[in-house]
Structure formats: C-alpha cells, structure tokens
C-alpha cells in the first residue's frame, strides 16, 4: 500500500490569471531511480477566469467557480482527485527588499551547518515588513564566512561569523488570504505560495543562463513581469502595469470595434512587425463577428499593436536600466506568458532590448500534454517544477530530517535554502 501511495504522488502547480485559469499536474515518471526521478507533466488545461481583474480578485464566487471547473476538468484526465496545489501568485502589489542577516555559528569546531543557515536567513526575516504585507519569499543570494565573500554554499566550512545576503519578496495580505480561500473553498488545500515569475524561470532558464545573466518575461493579461538572474542568483524582480490586454484595447479603439473582436483579430493576424507588410492587404471584421462589413489594412494593425509592444519593451529595459543591465545580459531574454504568442515579438524584442530573445519553453521535464509547448503555461508548470524540488529535497533528507506532523514547516524551512 505504501508502495502504490508513493506511486501515485503529483504535484498541482495552480495559476490564478486576470484571464485564464491555468492548472498542471506532474509526476514522477519513474521512481526506481530514487536519486534521480524524471517529472513529467501528465495534464494541463485552461479554462476562462472570472472574478480576476488585474491580477487582483474581485468576487470569491466567481472565481471558487472557475477553479472549481479547471480541478474537474484536470481530475478527470488524470483519473486521480486533486488535494493540494502550490499556488502561484502576481500583481502590481509585489514589492522587493534587500536584508542582511548575522549570526555566530555554533557548533564548537566552528564548522557551518545546515541549521546555521536556517538561523541566518531567519535573522535576515528580522526587517520593519511594509505595513499590509506578508513574507513570500526570502531568496539567500550569497554568504560570508568571516568576511570571506561571494560564498553560494558555507556547508562544512570553518569560521565564526555567518552573514547571508538575501532578496525578501513581499505580497499584500489581503491578496494571499483571498487566495487561501478561494483554494480552500474549491475543496483543496494551499502547499505554498509562489510568485509566479520565480516558478517560471525554474522552468525555462538553465543553470548556464542564470550563471551568465538572463532576463525571464512573461506578458500577461494587466501586467509584465520579470525576473533578472545572474550569477546563479535571482538579481532584481519587478510587475509592470502594462501587457497584452492593452494591446487588445488599442485595437479596439483603432479599429473602432468590440473587445471581443480585437481579442480575435490580435490573435489570428496580430504582429508585431510592420518591415514587409503588403499594403494593400485588406481584412474585413465582418470576418470576426462585426455585424456589417468594415475593411482595415493590415498594416494598421500591426502598427497598433507594434507601438504598444514598443512601449512594454521599452519599460522592461528601464528596468534593467534602473540596475545597470540595459543590454548586458549574455544569456539574454526569455519570453513566456500568453502575450509572447504575439507574433514578430523575439525580433521586436531584439533591437528594443539590445539582446539575444527567444521563447521560453519547460527544459528538463517529459510530458505527455502538448500544452508544455505553450508559452502561456510556463507559470503552472513551473510551480509543479517547483514543489516537485522541495519534494525530492525533502525525501534525500530524510535520514536527518523528523518529518513527522510538520511536513509544511521543513517544507517551508527548505525553501529558503533550495532556490536562489
């Protein structure tokens, strides 16, 4: 029995978007091989968000109903009931703040432990929170060792003084409660929460390119955000107040049209590019529901659509800019989110931001969805990336960690150390 409980292990990666709800399940392919199990995502869907607006929940019926119906749907492909997810979470209301934490180590030899690094993050935790806002996440980034810096693991070194640098992320309260009670409302229980751009560089950056310096981001519905690694490390986070819904607004508006319609248009003849357009090519809205016949060129909307990509691409290099990496990033820029469809964007992104872009796909998982090929899925599958590495970190620490009743405190007490 115990066997087959371990067998049937998944992890639910669970994001809550202004416009679509996005849910994946992962497993562990093979558990033979204990050290080194392969994830794969056994099912992903989406379903429409109601009750979201600008990343922000605005009615906890309508949004329970959505993730409601997107459980349903992913239960009954993977035959198995969905009793716990990891969270994601975004919106303008994240904030970032660097802190230092000191202790003295304490072991006698002055060998560094793993329960002095706790300890160090821990005292790192000791700032004034912003009123209104709760702890996400604290991100160690380097350590010193008796004034030894630069360090990225102390492990079994030797000194008497530990000193951690760490990014704390922050999120208002009241975001992270409604949450909780839309999920427990659903029926199921809250792992953790995850902001969402860090699950989905997990997913889509490799070691080498957060080692030389990348940017990760994700075009959303209200908001851009992004994640900025180097050295291995998370190096600057920020949510910009502009994506891909206003993008459908400017379409809108020029083209005198319903959201609806321009919703389409954007997705079906949307591009970035307007170099090489024939000028004389015509679609007609009545195509796309208009009720009579309205001709616009193409070229028009590619000239709506490009100014509004401009105009995001531009504010994501002022914020590279504002940490002095505008066009310093060897590993360059990595696109996810459901605005990153738009085409034209990489080549766009290229000469506004002045670095090499692509987009960005899960690495290092199997599956057997074809939504893993969805730039717009990267968020859900990064939180399954996520838990399942806290997963397998706590099971190869088993023979020094009592897990007993409080899984959730050494999951937690885990993550601080694990990711960046």
């Given at each position: 029995m115990a066997k087959n409980k371990h067998m049937t292990d998944i992890i639910t990666g669970l994001d809550i978007g202004s416009s679509s709800i996005r849910v994946a399940v992962g497993q562990f392919s093979s558990m033979r091989d204990e050290e080194n199990p392969t994830l794969q995502i056994?099912?992903?869907?989406?379903?429409?968000?109601?009750?979201?607006?600008?990343?922000?929940?605005?009615?906890?019926?309508?949004?329970?109903?959505?993730?409601?119906?997107?459980?349903?749907?992913?239960?009954?492909?993977?035959?198995l009931p969905v009793e716990h997810v990891w969270v994601g979470v975004s919106g303008t209301q994240i904030i970032s703040q660097?802190?230092?934490?000191?202790?003295?180590?304490?072991?006698?030899?002055?060998?560094?432990?793993?329960?002095?690094?706790?300890?160090?993050?821990?005292?790192?935790?000791?700032?004034?929170?912003?009123?209104n806002y709760d702890i996400l996440?604290?991100?160690?980034?380097?350590?010193?060792?008796?004034?030894?810096?630069?360090?990225?693991?102390?492990?079994g070194m030797t000194g008497i003084r530990l000193e951690v640098d760490t990014k704390i992320i922050h999120s208002v309260s009241s975001h992270i409660k409604n949450l909780t009670k839309v999920v427990y409302r659903a029926g199921i229980d809250v792992d953790d929460f995850v902001l969402s751009i860090l699950a989905s560089g997990e997913v889509v950056t490799s070691p080498r390119q957060k080692e030389l310096g990348s940017v990760v981001i994700n075009i959303g519905g209200p908001t851009t955000s992004i994640v900025v690694y180097e050295d291995g490390d998370v190096l600057h986070t920020t949510v910009i107040p502009i994506g891909s819904s206003h993008v459908t607004n400017d379409l809108a508006l020029g083209l005198k049209t319903s959201i609806d319609i321009a919703e389409r248009v954007k997705v079906e003849y949307g591009s970035c590019v307007t170099k090489g357009v024939n000028k004389k090519e015509i679609?007609?809205?009545?195509?796309?529901?208009?009720?009579?016949?309205?001709?616009?060129?193409?070229?028009?909307?590619?000239?709506?659509?490009?100014?509004?990509?401009?105009?995001?691409?531009?504010?994501?290099?002022?914020?590279?800019a504002s940490i002095e990496r505008s066009g310093m990033l060897p590993a360059g820029a990595i696109f996810i989110g459901g605005g990153a469809k738009i085409e034209g964007l990489v080549d766009i992104a290229k000469d506004v931001l002045s670095l090499p872009a692509t987009l960005g796909y899960p690495l290092g998982l199997d599956s057997i969805s074809s939504k893993t090929n969805d730039v717009s899925f990267s968020s859900a599958i990064?939180?399954?990336?996520?838990?399942?590495?806290l997963l397998q970190s706590v099971r190869s620490r088993r023979t020094s960690f009592n897990l007993g009743s409080k899984v959730g405190d050494k999951l937690r007490n885990v993550l601080k150390n694990l990711m960046p």
């Open positions: 056994i099912a992903a869907i989406e379903v429409p968000a109601e009750g979201v607006q600008k990343g922000q929940i605005v009615s906890i019926e309508d949004t329970v109903s959505s993730v409601s119906n997107a459980l349903e749907q992913v239960e009954k492909i993977i035959g660097e802190s230092k934490g000191v202790i003295a180590v304490s072991r006698t030899d002055g060998e560094v432990s793993e329960d002095d690094i706790e300890r160090a993050v821990d005292a790192a935790k000791a700032v004034a929170t912003p009123l996440h604290v991100l160690p980034r380097s350590f010193a060792v008796d004034g030894q810096t630069g360090i990225k693991d102390p492990v679609i007609d809205l009545k195509d796309f529901g208009s009720e009579r016949s309205e001709d616009v060129t193409r070229l028009y909307i590619n000239e709506i659509i490009e100014a509004r990509v401009s105009e995001i691409l531009e504010k994501v290099d002022d914020e590279l990064g939180l399954v990336k996520w838990g399942s590495t």
